[in-house]
């Protein structure tokens, strides 16, 4: 069982036990790459994206592969996560756990919703994050992130983060995360487009049953994971594989004090 030291939230909040928990994708209308305009929402599609341990549950995912199209970035494209990726974001996790900064929320941002173009995701993602963590910092808290991209369907392009943020600064960070998106999208929120739920569907969670949290925080990983490639998925033991997709840009992300250099100094 790994080990994991739990700083306390700034204030207390009522823990609530969230039955039939769901991160509850949604499908959105094909739209065209170069639009800003917002997307319809729908209710088709992937119903559920994670049942958490604490609900029961298949696993579900209606990813299917995107290729082609002209490559609209200099940069990079890819269209899986690869085996140094995958052992990057598994032993940041682990990391976040030993540094008091237990990775306790999924969030899911479905950028094409929002209008962001494939291109434009990565950067729209890194300032989501950078909002998040200047935000939790001004009320006296650190944190730890991991994240990857995926390009499935009729979803498009989204991003899948594992956060740290303290049951008591979870509603702070709910008044302010549609804001951020209106910012950094510069239209008018869509509902559907952002989902968050804490790890296991209960608040605190990592604290009062740290071997359940481990336990769903395992679940959600290997739901971020589910874009590997056939090798990493291979050398894993990954059995929840779906097309990640084509993306433009970074795949996949970690913050500095759980990425490999911090990882390094603290062994």
């Known amino acids: 069982m790994t080990s994991i030291v739990v700083r306390k939230a700034p204030f207390d909040q009522v823990l609530k036990l969230h039955r039939g928990v769901a991160f509850g994708e949604v499908s959105i209308i094909p739209y065209q790459q170069f639009s800003r305009k917002n997307l319809a929402l729908t209710q088709a599609g992937t119903a559920i994206a994670i049942n958490y341990l604490t609900s029961g549950g298949a696993d579900h995912s209606t ?29 940041a996790q682990l990391h976040a756990g030993k540094i008091g900064l237990p990775l306790t929320r999924m969030i899911t941002i479905h950028w094409e919703a929002a209008g962001v173009p494939l291109e434009g995701m990565a950067r729209a993602t890194g300032r989501f994050i950078d909002l998040l963590s200047k935000a939790l910092a001004r009320h006296g808290s650190a944190t730890a992130w991991l994240w990857t991209h995926e390009n499935c369907g009729l979803k ?36 559907r487009v952002i989902h968050s739920k804490p790890i296991g569907g209960r608040l605190g969670l990592e604290g009062s049953n740290p071997e359940l949290y481990l336990a769903n925080l395992e679940k959600a990983l290997a739901y971020l994971l589910k874009g590997a490639s056939v090798e990493a998925a291979k050398k894993f033991k990954l059995h929840r594989i779906k097309p990640g997709g084509r993306i433009i840009g970074k795949r996949c992300g970690t913050s500095q004090n759980i990425g490999a250099k911090a990882r390094k100094i603290g062994d």
């Open 63 to 91: 990813c299917t592969a995107v290729r082609g199209g002209a490559r609209n970035n200099a940069d990079r494209e890819s269209y899986a996560l690869t085996v140094a990726q995958v052992d990057n974001l598994k032993a």
């Open 156 to 191: 498009g392009g989204h991003c899948h983060l594992l956060v740290h943020v303290p049951s008591g600064l979870v509603a702070v960070i709910a008044r302010l995360q549609l804001g951020w998106l209106r910012r950094i999208t510069g239209g008018v929120y869509r509902a």
